[in-house]
């Protein structure tokens, strides 16, 4: 299916997913332990849950001008080096401050991965296979997501919770000498053309436009309004689920961390085949448009994943309440792909990675926010209720709005 050069870049990228997300939720697993160590409060632990974010999402922005400028694989091979030391670095925290510096600069090595990939993607496959391959790639997040409570939890409860961010900066820095080994910027030759679709059918997207035309369009920001909602989601589910396991259900955390893997493979299976099921979309509905597609799958699996989380936090059992998340990370994850495959179908080759780290930046703002207001609410109401309902509503609302606002950009525009 693909040449020796291509096949290596999917792995790679697919395992730089697994690694990113390792050493992301290796927080929220040990949490409880840290918490407990540093004596946090709720409110100083959401406020670190959030301080990711910050240097996160800045770098999705920077990190999507450099990987156009300086190209897509200095940029995530830096990236790569920089969290990984940094997620090491958790081991030597000693209280809320430092704790707090070390995870910004942690997020500001993430901050490059996905518009990286996305740009890896956009300069070695066809414009109708991309979005399988970005879901192909991206779904190993959802893989590292999955292996990282029982890896964690095992290590922090064999040893302790500081040994458990060397050994997954040690993966991250091996992972590193082999991608600038053996992967290259671009193939020698690209024997594929950006194909027209019905909405733009004389543009090729090979035109230059400036980055302005594009940070201006409506479809640009909403697209990423509903990547904020699902981010929101995400962030939710990944920073405060383990400790709504313990503190909520009262489950041990040797429990905590073999259950909170059930939706983290639901997400898995969702994040792999969402980007093989919208370009199927695509070819069942191909008199309608590419972007048609993408909708599709966007609108209804969002609104489904918000539904579900809403309903999470109403529940009283532990077996629903999982079985609802699983399913609401299920939904959410069949639209990762769609968000950069919409930017790979709107925007020119040119600015895929600025546009699309732009995207990631708004939406990423969701990371800023929701951990440090889930902390909030949980300290004063004393229930993760409204945390959950918050989260399912922002989804609906993002959902509905990328009917209306997410349309076809005229390239004809002057600019």
């Given at each position: ?161 500081q040994i458990s961010f060397i050994c ?86 040797k429990d905590m961390s073999i259950i ?40 209804i699996c969002l609104f489904i994943s ?110």
């Open positions: 299916m693909f040449s020796k050069g291509k096949l290596s870049i999917v792995i790679l990228l697919f395992l730089a997913g697994v690694i990113n997300y390792l050493d992301r939720s290796a927080l929220s697993i040990t949490a409880p332990f840290i918490q407990k160590d540093l004596d946090l409060s709720a409110t100083q632990m959401g406020i670190i849950f959030s301080s990711f974010s910050i240097g996160y999402a800045v770098f999705n922005f920077l990190g999507g001008i450099a990987s156009d400028r300086f190209g897509a694989k200095r940029t995530l091979l830096a990236a790569m080096i920089v969290w990984s030391l940094f997620s090491g670095a958790v081991a030597l925290a000693v209280g809320f401050i430092s704790l707090m510096i070390i995870r910004v600069i942690f997020g500001m090595g993430e901050g490059p991965l996905s518009t990286t990939i996305n740009k890896m993607v956009n300069n070695w496959f066809p414009s109708n296979q991309r979005a399988s391959i970005i879901g192909i790639t991206s779904s190993g997040t959802t893989l590292g997501g999955a292996i990282s409570g029982p890896i964690v939890g095992f290590i922090a409860l064999s040893y302790n919770w997954i900066m040690a993966i991250g820095l091996i992972w590193s000498f082999f991608w600038w080994k053996f992967v290259k910027e671009k193939p020698r030759t690209q024997n594929f053309k950006v194909l027209p679709t019905p909405e733009d059918p004389e543009s090729t997207l090979n035109e230059k436009k400036s980055l302005t035309f594009y940070l201006k369009q409506k479809t640009i920001l909403f697209t990423a309004f509903a990547f904020f909602a699902y981010n929101y989601i995400l962030f939710f589910f990944l920073t405060w689920f383990p400790s709504y396991l313990v503190k909520a259900r009262g489950m041990s955390i909170s893997v059930i939706p983290w493979v639901f997400g898995f299976i969702g994040l792999a085949v969402g980007g093989l099921v919208s370009d199927w979309v695509f070819k069942k509905f191909a008199g309608k448009g590419i972007l048609f597609s993408r909708k599709i799958v966007l609108v918000a539904v579900c989380i809403g309903i999470a936090g109403l529940v009283t059992t532990i077996p629903s309440a999982v079985t609802l998340v699983a399913l609401s990370v299920f939904f959410l994850y069949l639209t990762g792909a769609i968000y950069w495959a919409i930017i790979q179908d709107v925007v020119d080759k040119h600015n895929v990675g600025s546009v699309g780290g732009f995207m990631h930046f708004l939406a990423n703002i969701a990371g800023i926010i929701g951990p440090t207001l889930t902390g909030y609410i949980v300290q004063t109401s004393g229930t993760f209720t409204i945390a959950f309902l918050l989260a399912g509503g922002i989804a609906i609302i993002a959902s509905l709005a990328v009917i209306r606002f997410v349309q076809p950009i005229n390239h004809k525009i002057k600019i």
